[in-house]
């Protein structure tokens, strides 16, 4: 299934707003694979990234 993730994130003093659409089982597989991506790409913790929506996408 496909979710659409939409939050911010912060890259030194700007939150940054993003929309990630991600393969996962669940919501919360979406979430961590999320984290995951984030993190590797933009080398964020996951403590300055704030999840706002998760929802299905068809």
Do not use: C, P, Q
Not at 14 to 37: C, D, G, L, P
Not at 41 to 56: F, G, Q, S
């Amino acid at each position: 299934m496909l979710y659409e993730v939409k939050g911010f994130f912060r890259i030194g003093k700007e939150w940054m707003k993003f929309t990630k659409v991600v393969s996962a089982h669940n919501e919360k597989f979406a979430v961590e694979k999320t984290y995951s991506i984030l993190g590797s790409n933009h080398k964020v913790k996951r403590n300055l990234i704030k999840i706002e929506e998760v929802k299905k996408r068809d």
